[in-house]
Every structure is written in C-alpha cells, then in structure tokens.
C-alpha cells in the first residue's frame, strides 16, 4: 500500500490537498482536505446588508459572480424587495456568460493539461493535424500552415530551455494517449481559447464595469442604467457590441469547444467507467424566465438518487444539514450532529498537525470543509447534476444534446456517471447557455424599446423600510453547482450570515455516519499507474473543477472571539 | 537565440518591430518615463534572458490571477508576459503536487536573488499558520523563505498589499500584508486593488526589467504612475460633481445622464488609482462607467473605512462635514465657489483618510509615513 499526497492540488482555484491510499495499481481509499480558511462570514456580522454582496464576492475571483448574485438574493427575500424583469434579465445575462467563459477555462486551462501532452504536440505532422481538424469542424483556423506555425512556436518555447509552468509535469506518462496530432490541436486552442476567453469577458465589463469582481450589483437589482438615448447608459451601442461577443462565443463553443471535447473524450473512452462517485445529484436551479418567487427556470431544480434518471424528486432546502465530525470545527450539541444551514453553527477548532506536516490525521478531524448532506447523504453538484436533472425532467434541447453526445462516442446513458461524464455534461452546458444568451439580450432590449427602463426596487433601498428582525435565503447555480446563503438582519445589520457552496458539497470530507464525500467516493478505484506521478487522481478531481476559496466559512452564532488572534 | 526569436516571434505573431517599439512607447508614457525610455525598454524586453517569476497564492480568491489573464493590448501584452518564465502559479502549472513543490525550489535554491515574487492573497499568523498551508507547510513560512531570497516582490491586490478582505475586522485568522508578514523584505511594491488592474502589473514588471527597480511610489509602496491621482479628479462625472448634479436613485433621469454617484456612497475623492484612464478588460469600462459608485477598493482596510458603501463620505465619523453634502450640492449649482468647495472637500477626505491609515499602520509597527502623498494634488 503506498500513501500518496497531492498538495497542492494545482490548476484549480484555491488550495486542496488530496491524500490516498494506493494498492494494485488503483485508489483504494482517498481524503480530501481544504487546507485555507479566511472566516468571511465573521466578518460580515454587524454590517450593512447591502454590503454583503461586496464581500462574499470576493470569496471567489474565478466564478466571480456567483457569491454576489447570491448574497443580493439572500437580502432581497429577507426584506422584501423585488427587482424589476429588467435586473432579472441583467443577471441572467452576467451569469450564464460566466459560465459559458468558466467552462471554457476549465476545459483549456484547467483541466486539459490532464489529458494532453504538450511534449507530444512537437512531433505532430501539420498537414495530418489540418486533416484531423477539418474532420470534426469547420473552425476557419484549421491550416496546415496555421498548425505549423503553433508546432514552432512551441518548439522554439522548448527549446529556449525555460518551461515556466509547463515545467516538471507528467509529460510521456503512459496514461496519456493522444496522438501527436489531436495533443498539437489542443494545445493551439488552449492558446486560441486564452484569447478568447479575454475577449468574450468585456461583457462583463459593459454589465459590471469590470471583470473579475464585477461592480454593479444591487440589492433589489442592477446598477447598470438602460436608456437607449443616452450615452452614460446601456443602449443600443452596448446591445449590439454584446451581441457581437454572444455570436462569436456561441461559434467558438459550438466550433471548437464541443468538437475538441468529443475528439479528446474518444481516446479516454474508458474514463466513462471511472470516477462515478456518490451517485447521487442535487440541484436548485438557474435562470428564471419570469419574477416572483415561483418563476420557470431555464434549467430547472431537482434531485437524482443513486443514478436513477427516472425519478427527479423535488428540492427541499429543509433536508439540507451539515457535519463537521471530520471537519476542524465543533458543534455544541456534538459532533456527531447534522445542522441545517440557517442554524448554521461554527466554532474553529483545528486539530489537525502543526505545519510543516506530512501526513493529516485522517482518523480524526482533517479538513476545513463541513460536510453538507440532503436528507442524510452526500450530493454531487455541478454541470453533471444539473444536466442530469435537466434531462431526467424533459428539457427538450438538453435531452437532444446529451443523446447527440452518446451517439457520437457510441456509449450508454450510464457512461454519464463519470468522470468523463462530467466533462462531457460541462461542454454541453456551456452550448446550451451560449445558444440562450442572445434571448434575455433580445427581451431586454425589447424592454428599453418600449420604454421599461427600471433597474431597481428603490422602495426598499433605505434600511428604515425592512423589518426590525428577518431572515432569508438566496440560491443560485454557479459553474460549480449549488450555491446558497442563509442571512438573518436585525435592526439593519446581519445578525448571521451562511453560505453552503458548490465545493462544500463536492469537496468536503466524511460524515458522522462514515459516509465519503464526493470528491473521495470518485478518486476510489481510479487507476495509477504510478504513485509517483498520480495523473490519473488529477483527472477525477479536475472533472470537478474544484473552488476551494468558496468551500470554507465560518460563523460564530454566539459572536465570542474565534480564535486568538496574534498580531505580531 | 534571444533577439532573433523575439523577433520572429513578433511576426510570426502578426506584430512587426514597428508595432512592437510602438508598445514600448506606449508603455513609457503610462509609466510617466523620457521618451528614450522605449528604446531601453525594447531592449531590455529583446536580448535579457527570460527572467523567472515564481506566483505566490495564500489567503486569497485567485481574482488577480483572473485578472492576469485578462491582459489587455492583447498580443503585445501577450509576449511581455510571455517574456517571464512564470516557473510557480498553482492556478496555471501543469505540475501539481511534490512535482510543482521541486519547481518552487529549484528556483529559491537555483537562483537565490535572482528572481521576481508575486504574492496574491494575505497571509494568517493565527493558529500557528494552520489558516493555510501548501504542502503541509504555512503561508507565513513559505513567503519568509521565498519572498526573503527574492530580487523584488510584488504585493498584488488589496489582501497581500495590506490585509484586505481576510484582515478585515474582527480578523478572525490573524491575517497580515506581506510587508507585515515578512518584515524586512526588501523591493517591495504594493499593487493593490480588488483585484488589481493587469496593466499596472504590466506597467510595474516592464520598468523593473528595463531599469532594475521599481517605480517611485507613495507612502504605501503603490506606485505612483498608477496610484498618483485621485479617482474624482480623473473621473469622467467630475463635471457633474461640480456642477452638483447628483444620481438621487438607482435608475433616475440623472443615473441614466450619467450624474456624478457622490451621493450614493462613491469614494472616488479619497480613492487613488488610474481606473479613469486606463479602465477595464481592454478598456471597455470602469465600474463608474457602468453607473455603480467606486468602493475605494485600493486603500488601506478599504473594507473597514470605506463601509457601508453606500453612505456618501461625510457621514463618516470624524468628517468634519456632516450634513453638509446638500449644500456642497447647492454652492456648486449657484456657481459660487464650486472648484473651492470640491477641492476642499477633497482634501479633508484625504487628511482623514490617511490619518486613519497611519493610525493603522502604526499600530502594526510599519515603517512611519512622509507627508509626499500631500503633495500630489
């Protein structure tokens, strides 16, 4: 039995360490730990909830939007306020651009180098690269002479001796296996795909003012004016510049992303056999069609038990609970406990090695993660849950893709559970939201043609119209799955403040009843070839796309000092 | 292969020499530099070996990383920073584990003095530094090693520049800038913002390639070809400040005009940074741009003094001129005195500001502040 760690766990955002035990050339037992803690929701107690979005937004920089549009939800239920068609119409618009431009990052940057082998791409024939190329797409920068051009470009990168962060990695490990060819296309893409990715994000910059960490919202809606007269407001020059960058975003997803995704995925077939994980799928939603509390969502809420597709239970925030049996924190009623998310208890109690450490006490205590359960078990969320669930409920244009998907790599629906799955339902999500873009930027300038310029629910802008006392819940579907924050206000300021994100769920560690996490029932049974050289753990875990920044909060209930502070 | 692979790569990248020196100027006049300046800076930038950068990531969101990426002036920017051997950044190495670990060390060991850190994110002192570890090691003690054998470093963002968003009170992990965290560290500069602008970063790397040194900078170490001017006096609404036209609701005739968002809680007057010039994403925007009032996210403990964001300047305590907003308002708009009024204004912000922050600041022991940030304006 050979014990491997990975620390950290590279090409993903924040800091994640993996350990896990390794036995005849596959995982037989995996621990996965959150290794940073900033304590933001003990910093919010006591300020103004209008705040609040500021704050938790910058719990992550890569899904940047996700914790403010969150935290603007949370704060409007509490009090009551109602943002008008067309800030639903500017959120939509902010969140499904960052995750159409998340994805394709994760794809390119984060997780390609995983099954790409760059050494590789520098023995590729051009002319048979061009060939494979235009065989899946007609991509217009598919040349021979293109494809020359990037081959050189990396040979001379090489050869210059410098490797800078393609350094000391896997290169030649057996466990990749694409041709020369398809690893030189992908590595020009990654290139392309970095361009792209620049260029597609000034969205954000004409709906937010700037990415990343956007700056225009709003409890009770937007702060971005729409006048079609006026030059300090979005009109028309801005409609039609955001329509020029969904087209093109739409073109290169549907004329890159998608063909690279099933080239690469046709070479990693048996991927389809590992990684399942837990099995189990929670998602609350995204993306409402209309306002009110009870709006259609363009991709709907629901909750998959043990793979099965048939049955889409309803969502019920009140099974939501949370352990920290594994976790460095202490539970008044024991650690034995589960804890729904608006009682939301949290006193830091770290027992795990003084650093420098080599090994964590995977008996005990050994993540800054909680354990979030539905119902007493663990839920994987995600582009993967939310197509699953979006497929198992009858979304025609979801339903019609994922079939697409499994044609085209002749496999069966239960290839989905995997982690190859994963990547694949990612793709496809990114296509299905690219494609929706244009909609709400078509309805929106219907609104500011008819005169509907409202931006914000003003009536509850001053804090001597809410409640003495109030409590609400905000829910959202980042890049990386379901996310919600609990807030309870009184007399104008959080009183409490909770936040249950995406890698809390996939990430976190064991439960009371023993019961692994996602991330760790997923690595179980992955090969490795070599321990020294664990490829293969990374493939699981970047399928994930993990976000460790987002995972880890705190809230002390009774306001006592967390912890001695030692200022030095 | 130095020179003559730059070259080519400028052309093959659709660039010529021309557009390239075109660049060099452009960037000597951001950095405020002679116009023989371009010249050297081309220089520097063709014939230097590949300097090594190694990207430190602690308490941080990774939005400066995201923010690198957003490189504007896309290709030349591109082969600037390509141009750096970037040999440590978690968020973009192919190597994880032991491996990225070696990477790290074989430059702190290899070329001790030799390379440039970039630190994002702040950095816990609490409970013996188990806030956050890489490796099984702490924050603290990574950035002592790395950051103490380094030719220069660059504190990015507001959290590794001063404490930000996880030293905000009551800072429930002991979270320390790294000017505190590693006292002594020499070439230090300060890059913050929530995150900070990629041209600045840029700005910041060329002139130190070019000449051995950072940029002159103020009383925070921010440098002041980026942070030398206030946002109000660049802002594109100054005129409307003047003139004491205001934003009254979110939304309003005055919002859609483009009105001056003072009253809805801007702190563009106590704020320095070039947000107004040099603006966002290749600059599409800036955050006043898009109608939402600036958070002063580059100051010192923005997160403390700047909040409630949304409460216009002089209900902070200790202004000096509460309630007087209005009738700022009302001079400006009789036209009697209204350039005097703002800059008055201004100044007191300032003054508090910076009394604020020296309070602060000493009583983290830094180093004592001079008065050159008064001379400014």
């Known amino acids: ?568 | 292969m130095s020179e003559s692979w730059f070259i080519e790569e400028l052309e093959r990248r659709g660039v010529s020499r021309r557009d390239f020196l075109g660049f060099c100027g452009v960037m000597t006049s951001v950095l405020a530099l002679p116009r023989s300046a371009g010249a050297q800076i081309a220089e520097a930038i063709e014939t230097k070996e590949k300097p090594t950068l190694v990207w430190l990531e602690f308490q941080d969101c990774a939005g400066n990383t995201e923010s690198f990426l957003r490189a504007s002036r896309p290709t030349v920017a591109d082969i600037v920073l390509d141009t750096i051997s970037v040999d440590y950044h978690e968020t973009i190495m192919a190597a994880a584990g032991h491996q990225a670990e070696a990477a790290l060390a074989g430059v702190v060991e290899g070329k001790p003095g030799a390379y440039i850190a970039v630190v994002e994110g702040s950095i816990p002192t609490g409970e013996n530094g188990a806030y956050c570890t890489i490796g099984g090691r702490s924050a603290q003690d990574i950035a002592r090693e790395v950051c103490g054998g380094a030719a220069a470093t660059i504190a990015i963002g507001t959290c590794a520049a001063f404490g930000g968003l996880p030293a905000a009170a009551p800072n429930p992990t002991g979270a320390l800038s790294v000017a505190d965290a590693v006292p002594g560290v020499k070439n230090l500069i300060n890059l913050p913002a929530c995150p900070a602008n990629v041209e600045n970063l840029v700005g910041v790397i060329v002139y130190y390639l070019t000449f051995n040194r950072f940029p002159k900078a103020d009383r925070y170490k921010r440098p002041l070809f980026a942070y030398g001017k206030s946002i109000h006096d660049n802002c594109e609404r100054r005129a409307h400040f003047d003139a004491g036209q205001y934003v009254e609701k979110w939304g309003d005739e005055g919002h859609r005009t483009g009105y001056c968002l003072y009253k809805m809680g801007c702190k563009g007057p106590v704020s320095y940074q070039n947000c107004p010039n040099i603006r966002w994403n290749e600059g599409t925007n800036w955050p006043i741009g898009c109608g939402h009032p600036c958070i002063g996210c580059a100051e010192p403990d923005f997160w403390d003094k700047m909040t409630p964001f949304y409460s216009h300047l002089p209900s902070f305590p200790g202004f000096g001129l509460h309630a007087n907003v209005d009738r700022v308002g009302v001079w400006a708009t009789a036209g009697v005195a209204a350039a005097f009024a703002a800059h008055g204004f201004v100044q007191l912000g300032k003054r508090w500001m910076y009394a604020k922050a020296d309070e602060s600041a000493a009583a983290k022991g830094a180093k004592a502040a001079t008065e050159k940030k008064g001379e400014e304006s």
């Open chain 1, 1 to 568: 039995m050979t014990h491997v760690v990975v620390d950290p766990v590279t090409r993903i955002e924040g800091h994640l360490r993996i350990e896990a035990e390794v036995d005849g050339g596959a995982v037989q037992d995996a621990w996965s730990s959150s290794t940073m803690f900033r304590g933001i929701e003990a910093i919010l107690k006591g300020r103004d909830p209008r705040d609040a979005w500021a704050f938790t937004q910058r719990i992550c920089g890569v899904c940047t939007t996700v914790h403010a549009i969150t935290s603007i939800r949370a704060v409007e239920n509490a009090i009551g306020a109602e943002p008008p068609p067309n800030a639903r119409l500017l959120r939509n618009l902010i969140m499904a651009s960052q995750m159409v431009q998340d994805h394709v990052v994760h794809f390119y940057h984060l997780h390609a180098l995983d099954w790409v082998d760059i050494v590789s791409a520098l023995s590729a024939d051009p002319a048979a690269t061009a060939g494979l190329a235009q065989s899946i797409s007609d991509w217009p920068l598919s040349s021979v002479s293109y494809f020359t051009g990037v081959r050189n470009r990396v040979q001379q990168f090489v050869e210059r001796g410098q490797l800078g962060p393609f350094g000391n990695a896997y290169w030649g490990h057996s466990a990749y296996r694409l041709p020369p060819e398809a690893n030189l296309m992908a590595v020009a893409h990654y290139l392309e795909a970095l361009d792209w990715q620049r260029d597609f994000i000034r969205i954000h910059a004409v709906l937010g003012g700037k990415n990343p960490h956007l700056q225009s919202f709003l409890v009770g809606g937007m702060a971005t004016p729409l006048d079609p007269d006026k030059q300090a407001s979005i009109n028309m020059t801005s409609i039609a510049f955001m329509q020029g960058l969904i087209r093109k975003a739409k073109t290169f997803v549907e004329k890159v992303y998608i063909p690279d995704l099933l080239a690469v995925a046709s070479f990693y077939k048996d991927w389809a056999g590992y990684g399942k994980g837990v099995g189990n799928y929670l998602v609350y939603g995204e993306y409402p069609e209309a306002d009110g509390a009870n709006a259609p969502l363009f991709l709907p809420s629901g909750v998959i038990r043990n793979g099965d597709l048939s049955t889409v239970e309803p969502l019920d925030p009140a099974k939501i609970t949370e352990y920290v049996t594994h976790s460095w924190y202490d539970y008044e009623a024991g650690d034995g406990e589960g804890i729904h998310p608006s009682l939301g208890e949290t006193s830091p109690n770290y027992t795990g090695p003084q650093p420098p450490y080599d090994r964590l006490d995977i008996e005990g205590k050994y993540s800054w993660l909680k354990a979030p359960r539905y119902d007493g078990l663990p839920m994987e969320v995600g582009p993967l849950s939310r197509m699953l669930v979006a497929y198992g409920s009858g979304h025609p244009r979801v339903q019609e893709l994922v079939g697409y998907a499994l044609g085209q790599l002749g496999v069966g629906a239960e290839a989905l559970f995997s982690t190859l799955g994963r990547v694949a339902a990612r793709g496809l999500e990114t296509l299905v939201l690219a494609e929706k873009l244009e909609d709400w930027l078509m309805e929106l300038a219907d609104n500011m043609g008819r005169g509907e310029l409202e931006i914000a629910d003003n009536s509850k802008w001053d804090p001597s119209n809410w409640p003495e006392e109030c409590t609400g819940a905000g829910f959202h579907e980042a890049p990386r799955g379901a996310l919600g924050h609990w807030v309870h206000i009184k007399k104008g300021e959080i009183a409490r403040y909770q936040c249950v994100v995406p890698s809390t769920w996939n990430a976190g560690p064991r439960d009371a009843m023993g019961q692994a996490g996602p991330y760790e029932a997923a690595i179980i049974g992955n090969p490795v070839a070599d321990p020294e050289q664990p490829l293969e753990i990374l493939r699981t875990v970047h399928s994930f796309d993990p976000c460790m920044a987002c995972g880890v909060h705190v809230l002390d209930p009774k306001g006592r000092e967390l912890v001695k502070v030692r200022v030095q």
